[in-house]
């Protein structure tokens, strides 16, 4: 049973994965990465650790996707116009890329085989273990992601507001004057005393 649920998850992982890739909406390749890092908790969950795999859906499914979301929508980024300049030549790098990296995978796993990898403990996967390791040997790198979190969110504030957008709302309401006083008209506040009886 716990094979099969692997093989469902792995393959849904794998599927939304080239659909962030490949989909030109960047919604529905935000929605795909959803389904993606729920699937990569599911297999956290598997590996004996859900913990991690909570963490998975609250911080990454949760927080930094809506990130995603809220950039994409704040932005207003449409759809990828389907332009055949220079597409040809991106396609032909991107198919070089990944011939060389998957060349690269089976060549490291053919001189040093598979390694024998340890079952996993009660202790490895503990919550104990992971602050210990996240907050000592991982400490550099966890301080970095949060550094580059608050980047983001600065920099999706800057990118959101247009330079004079101040002016431009200002001018774009008509000027609204309050109606005119009958007595302060030229000609009419002494038409209205000529006409009024004494």
């Not at 929605?31 to 990569?40: A, K």
């Not at 040997?137 to 330079?163: C, D, N």
């Not at 709302?169 to 030229?186: C, G, H, K, N, Q």
Request: hydrophobic letters at 55%; proline letters at 6%.
């Amino acid at each position: 049973m716990e094979t099969l649920i692997f093989l469902l998850f792995a393959g849904l992982a794998l599927g939304s994965a080239v659909v962030v890739v490949v989909h030109r909406s960047p919604v529905f390749a935000t929605l795909s990465l959803v389904l993606t890092l729920f699937s990569v908790a599911v297999l956290f969950v598997l590996l004996g650790a859900p913990f991690v795999g909570a963490l998975q859906v609250l911080v990454y499914a949760g927080a930094i996707v809506v990130l995603f979301l809220f950039v994409i929508m704040l932005l207003n980024i449409q759809r990828e116009e389907s332009s055949h300049a220079g597409r040809g030549a991106q396609l032909w790098v991107a198919l070089i890329g990944a011939v060389v990296f998957f060349g690269m995978i089976g060549l490291g796993f053919w001189r040093g085989g598979f390694p024998a990898v340890r079952p996993l403990t009660p202790e490895s996967v503990s919550l104990k273990a992971l602050a210990a390791e996240l907050f000592t040997t991982y400490l550099l790198p966890f301080e970095i992601v949060g550094l580059l979190l608050l980047v983001a969110v600065i920099g999706a504030t800057v990118a959101a507001r247009r330079p004079g957008g101040d002016e431009e709302r200002s001018s774009d309401v008509p000027f609204e004057a309050s109606p005119p006083d009958p007595l302060s008209v030229t000609g009419e506040g002494e038409r209205f005393q000529e006409g009024t009886p004494s």
